[in-house]
Each structure stands twice: as C-alpha cells, then as structure tokens.
C-alpha cells in the first residue's frame, strides 16, 4: 500500500499505449489537465546551458535518493530501495527528472479544500528536495482514481468537479494527472489477467471491509465491495506498471496494503500534509466547502 505476474511494456505496446494517449488528450473536453505521459514515451532532453563537448556534472543515485528518502517525508522504509536506485541512476542517465507517480482519491467533498492544498505543497517540497540535488528535479504525476469513486456509488458530477478543481490547482504548479480509467483501458490488450481468479489475503480483505463499512455506498455489502475493490486493483496495478515503467510509486498507506501497488515498481511511503500525519487529504473536511457522507476506500 504477493508475488504477482509482472507486465513489460515491450516497444510497440508503448507505441500503441502513446498513441492511445495523444488521441485522448485531442478530443477530450476535460482541459483542466493533460493526460499522464507514458514513461516509456520518448522525453526531450533538460538543457543545461553548457556546450555540447563539455563534460556534464553528474550526480550519484545515492545523492538523489537521500534527498527525499528521509523521516521528513518517509512514514516507513520504501520498499526495494536498490530498484529505487537502479531506477533513478537510469533517469540520471537520460537526464530525464525523477518520476512519481500516485493515486488520488474522491473523498466526503466535491470542491478543492485546505487539506488538497497542503498535500500538493508537501509533495512540492519533496520535489524541491530532489531539484536541489539534481538539476532536472522531479515530476509528480497524479491518477486520479474515477473507477473507485465509481464504485463508491459518487454521483457523477461530484467526482468530475472535484478532480476538475484539484487537477487545475496541480498542473498550474507543474504537476500533471489523468484518469484511472484512461490507463485501465489502455492496457486492457495486456492487462488480462482475471481478478476473480485471485487469491485475496484475509488480512487485506478484512482491512478493506473496515474502510469499506465506513465508506462504501455502492451497490451490495461493504464485504462485496471491498472485494470488488480488491480485484479491480489487481488490474489497476498492472496498468500503471505499462504506463509508467519507470515511476516511483507513492502512496500515503502502509506496508501492510503493498499487494494493491505495482508489484514492478518501488514503494515509497509516505506521510501525506506534514510528518507524523498518514490520513489521506480527501478524507479530510474543509470548512468552506460541501460535505457529503461518502468517500473512498484507500
């Protein structure tokens, strides 16, 4: 938040998977945010200002992954740091900014609050963190998760304005986003793999069917949405390994919820609006804004 079948994205499938992208983001009316580009899409070069027959100042991966790896923002230690590493001094290479990729849920509000706010500068301040010890810095790509709130039984027009307003807000400082949806469909070709067919830990499943009684209000039990939950994740997760192969992938849960996440990908965990503080910003209420008795599971 397991040992699952690990999706590559070979050539043509990311091809295909860009393709795909452009031609959404060409009729899509949603303008508030462009859609989340594919790491395995080529990337222009970061000019640095220097001649090109001059040797370039590198930094290590150790160098970048200290600047951000740190209690200041870490909940707990990531999982598989040395891919992390490995991951990072590819990036290095390139000189391509460091990829962070996360889910962003549909909680109680339909309007941007104080609490969204607080997080996105949090995450600003952990991507100043690494601009300070390397000159691309970093880049956080938000999903915003539509097939959960879905699920949750939100109406509609709640989740479209609140993803309108929180995606306007990120992009505007240089964030990007796209929809849960966009990637799941994208991969549906590679990503066939049957949810049913999972074997799903009790422990998660009772842990899920915890948030779900408290926040489910789709159609059925809150032990039958959580299962729903579960397997959409199943697929969810090898989505965003196709999409993003090249990603950190953030989440403000524990450990303890590590089979819903990319199982190719590095995990860090992280605290969400300040240190010492996990609880996710669309759980929380704003006092200028409109509150509803729904949210999201995590």
């Not at 949810?195 to 842990?207: G, M």
Request: glycine share 6%; net charge negative.
């Amino acid at each position: 938040m397991s040992n699952e079948c690990i999706l590559c994205a070979s050539d043509s499938e990311s091809t295909r998977f860009e393709q795909h992208r452009m031609n959404h983001e060409a009729a899509s009316d949603a303008a508030f945010h462009p859609p989340c580009s594919p790491d395995a899409a080529p990337r222009q070069s970061v000019k640095t200002g220097r001649q090109s027959n001059q040797p370039k100042a590198t930094v290590s991966a150790e160098t970048v992954l200290r600047s951000f790896n740190t209690w200041a923002f870490k909940r707990e230690q990531p999982a598989d740091p040395q891919l992390m590493s490995r991951m990072i001094s590819e990036l290095i290479a390139l000189g391509d900014p460091v990829s962070f990729v996360l889910y962003w849920g549909k909680g109680p509000r339909c309007r941007l609050g104080e609490p969204d706010i607080e997080c996105l500068e949090y995450l600003g301040a952990l991507a100043q963190r690494v601009r300070d010890a390397y000159k691309p810095g970093a880049v956080f790509k938000l999903i915003f998760t539509d097939t959960h709130a879905e699920l949750n039984g939100h109406a509609p027009h709640g989740v479209g304005e609140y993803f309108a307003e929180v995606g306007a807000y990120a992009v505007e400082r240089g964030f990007e986003t796209c929809f849960l949806s966009e990637l799941t469909r994208s991969a549906a070709a590679v990503a066939e793999c049957a949810a049913n067919q999972e074997i799903v830990p009790e422990e998660t499943l009772e842990r899920l069917s915890v948030s779900a009684r408290k926040w489910y209000r789709g159609d059925g039990t809150a032990g039958q949405g959580a299962l729903k939950y579960y397997q959409m994740n199943m697929i969810e997760k090898r989505a965003v390994e196709l999409a993003f192969p090249r990603s950190i992938f953030v989440t403000f849960n524990g450990s303890d919820l590590r089979s819903l996440f990319p199982d190719a990908l590095p995990i860090f965990y992280m605290y969400s609006l300040r240190r010492g503080f996990s609880v996710k910003p669309w759980f929380l209420p704003a006092p200028e804004a409109g509150n509803s008795e729904r949210g999201d599971l995590p």
